[in-house]
């Protein structure tokens, strides 16, 4: 990665819809932008053929490399896949997001967090099986110690974690939310409990992660159509993330929730070193491009990782691109290209646009991407 710091034009940027522009940047902050091609400065980046965004927010991902299979390396999920952003969704628990927080020293890439309503965090892949993990005291301690970097709680409600403790660890974390004044991001999967038990539990707010998981206990009927559970949740205000993952995207459940305009709100990867170096996540751009494929518009796609992200944080700042702001922005293009795509259940579809991060400002300084093809 070459890094090119203080004052840079960048020229000849496509925004979404279209518009061409020119941004300036001068001492990391943008003063300027401008139609395509009327800038000046010391540094012209011509960047002929890319388009421009915010910077790419992904609220699901696991950041703490000392844990496995969940963890990998702060800048390797983010601005070298063209991420400024990334949110840990509770890779740590009490225990050990002090250390999360610490990381950020290392790293180039902005990092928030949801905090594990276990202490252990995904130290171990059954963190919700043994109530007493849930301690709340020291929970709360975290949120205060950490209030800026803490967004939210996280608790991991499938057969695996819970393991027989039905939802008696959600109505914990659900009061630990209260007392703690921050949404709960849920994540889904195989029951029991069933996904009946454990959505009426989420309000305004709280997060539904792997919303379109193709198991069985998932989110829609057999025909396609959308569960009353989450049609109600939506009336609620519960927000919806795609946490691709290993084994929560399913092009069939994706198919369904597009025909009946459920979604969309966040797409976030739930990346960790095992599912971008194998897949089927690989990326935040290639799980953007499966959107692309899905019949989302370009405007759509990149507002589900940029405004609607920022939007949901209390951050807009992270969703614009505005005169004045500390610069954080994507650069990226659309080839087209016949590629095969898969998703966590091993479909396949064939796309013929794909898209590709090239860089990213973060912070103010310029990083090309390395693209990994
Ligand atoms: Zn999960
Ligand atoms: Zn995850």
Redesign the pocket.
């Known amino acids: 990665m070459v890094g090119i710091k203080a004052s840079f034009v960048l020229r000849n940027l496509k925004r979404v819809n279209g518009e061409a522009i020119d941004i300036v940047i001068v001492n990391g902050y943008i003063v300027a932008v401008t139609e395509a091609g009327d800038s000046v400065g010391d540094r012209i980046v011509d960047c002929s053929g890319t388009y421009i965004s915010s910077g790419w927010i992904d609220m699901h991902v696991h950041a703490f490399p000392d844990f496995d299979p969940y963890g990998d390396e702060i800048d390797e999920i983010g601005i070298k896949q063209g991420v400024t952003t990334i949110v840990d969704a509770g890779s740590c628990g009490a225990d050990r997001i002090a250390e999360l927080a610490a990381s950020r020293a290392h790293a180039r890439t902005n990092v928030l967090a949801f905090l594990n309503v276990s202490r252990l965090g995904l130290a171990r892949m059954d963190e919700l099986s043994n109530l007493e993990w849930i301690d709340a005291v020291k929970a709360l301690q975290a949120v205060k110690e950490f209030g800026e970097f803490i967004v939210g709680l996280k608790a991991?409600i499938s057969r695996s974690v819970v393991n027989g403790r039905g939802i008696a660890p959600l109505r914990l974390a659900r009061a630990l939310s209260h007392q703690a004044a921050l949404p709960l991001m849920v994540?889904i999967g195989s029951g029991p409990p069933s996904i009946e038990e454990v959505i009426p539990h989420l309000g305004k707010k709280d997060i539904i992660?792997?919303y379109l998981n193709g198991k069985s206990n998932n989110l829609f009927d057999a025909e396609g159509k959308p569960l009353v559970v989450l049609v109600n949740a939506i009336a609620r205000g519960v927000h919806l993330d795609v946490?691709h993952?290993s084994a929560?995207f399913s092009f069939a459940v994706a198919e369904s929730a597009k025909r009946h305009n459920i979604g969309l709100n966040t797409i976030s990867t739930?990346i960790y070193r095992g599912n971008r170096l194998n897949g089927p996540v690989y990326s935040m751009a290639n799980v953007l491009t499966k959107f692309l494929y899905l019949g989302y518009s370009l405007e759509e796609v990149i507002a589900a990782v940029t405004t609607s992200a920022a939007q949901w944080l209390e951050k807009p700042v992270l969703g614009r691109i505005q005169v004045g702001d500390l610069a954080n922005l994507t650069l990226f293009t659309i080839r087209n290209e016949s590629t095969t795509l898969v998703d966590s259940e091993g479909e396949l579809r064939i796309t013929d646009q794909i898209i590709e991060a090239k860089g990213v400002v973060i912070n103010g300084e310029f990083i090309e991407c390395e693209i990994r093809t």
């Open positions: 991991r994540h992660t792997h946490g993952g929560s739930d």
